[in-house]
């Protein structure tokens, strides 16, 4: 009995697999219409026109805050601070006195040449009227002119020393933290603190190449600082002429009003520029296909898919702006278009005309 069970029951498995293959489909043409999609062989898809139409994009690129002017201030003369004429944080004006460092030796040595060149001036003339007389010679006369020159130079040298044991603003703005105390004996390139202006500031930030159209002197930006919430503006300085080869960009520097001093040298700022384009032609981004070699679109013409390569520009969380290889009015396939082929029949599920 179960010799005779065995080969019947995998006669009755090899036919149950066998016969649904073997017989015709329903509608009698030999083929199953499941496997056929509707339209007859056409790929459903839903389709928009296009036209133009006002897009604004923005683009962010990050920055660091730097005062319009900045020095470091410092000692040119080794010597002992003798008096302090500002507290940090002060403002000051140009020209208006910091540091003095003692300078009783340098007037010392001052007073000492300019008699010497007193005596050195009446000397010189005495022999020039002597000279004329015939009393003394030309090599005489020459010396003392001589003699008079060396010390009315190392007189103006010494004015010169002098001159820089007053250290003085050289431009208007803010000083930093007090690095000294009175009675310091500092060296030559000491740091005293810093100058800088806070009221005007600057920003640099790198921009790709492909956007140095967008960032043209006397363009408007929007600048973003952590902190606060309101933005402020910048104006395009200038651009650099050359781009860098290693990143492909472009160095730009725009400057940034302060007057109520919210923003620091060195704060981080998310720079923003807003573009505008009255009659741009967008697509949505799912209408985008993205290959290695070209980006391109769906478009419908006479009820077939055909492939257009196209140049994009900005985009949106949810559109793409079309430079190039798009005309306005064309029909472009937004859905389904993972199962179009170029070439290939289509059928339009919903067309929706925008513009």
């Known amino acids: 009995m179960k010799n005779f ?12 697999i066998l016969v649904p293959r073997l017989l015709p489909s329903s509608d009698g043409d030999g ?12 790929a459903p898809v839903r389709t928009q026109r296009i036209q133009p139409e006002p897009f604004e994009s923005r683009l962010t690129f990050n920055g660091t805050l730097m005062a319009d002017q900045s020095i470091h201030i410092r000692s040119e003369l080794r010597g002992k601070v003798e008096q302090i004429h500002f507290t940090d944080s002060q403002d000051v ?21 300019q ?22 010679t030309a090599s005489e006369r020459d010396d003392a002119a001589s003699r008079q020159q060396v010390l009315r130079a190392e007189v103006e040298r010494l004015q010169v020393r002098l001159a ?48 140095q159209r967008l960032v043209q002197p006397q363009t408007v930006l ?10 402020f503006t910048a104006v395009v300085r200038a651009v650099d002429p050359r781009v860098d080869v290693a990143t492909r960009t472009l160095t730009v520097r725009a400057d940034v009003d302060n007057p109520d001093r919210k923003l620091l040298p060195g704060n981080y700022a998310r720079v923003e520029l807003v573009s505008r384009n009255e009659a741009a032609l967008v697509v949505p981004n799912v209408a985008v296909l993205q290959s290695l070699d070209q980006v391109s679109v769906f478009t419908v013409e006479d009820g077939i898919a055909v492939r257009n390569s196209v140049q994009t520009g900005h985009r949106d969380e949810t559109r793409v702006e079309i430079l190039q290889g798009l005309e306005p009015g064309a029909e472009i396939i937004t859905s389904g278009i993972q199962s179009v082929r170029d070439g290939q029949r289509v059928n339009i599920q919903r067309r929706l005309d925008l513009g």
């Open 5 to 16: 069970l065995l080969p019947a029951i995998a006669v009755a498995v090899i036919a149950a």
């Open 31 to 42: 083929q199953g219409t499941a496997a056929r999609p509707p339209g007859g062989g056409a």
């Open 93 to 113: 004006q140009k020209g208006d006195l910091i540091v003095v460092i003692e300078s009783g030796e340098i007037e010392a040595e001052l007073r000492s040449l």
């Open 115 to 136: 008699e010497q060149l007193a005596l050195a001036s009446t000397q010189a003339d005495r022999l020039q009227n002597l000279f004329k007389s015939g009393s003394v």
């Open 164 to 211: 820089k044991t007053r250290i003085t603003a050289p431009f208007a703005g803010t000083l930093g933290l007090r690095n000294i105390s009175t009675g310091d004996l500092i060296e030559a390139d000491t740091l005293i603190t810093t100058l800088q202006t806070v009221s005007k500031l600057m920003v640099d930030f790198s921009v790709p190449e492909r956007f």
């Open 222 to 231: 929007s600048l973003r600082v952590a902190g606060h919430e309101q933005p």
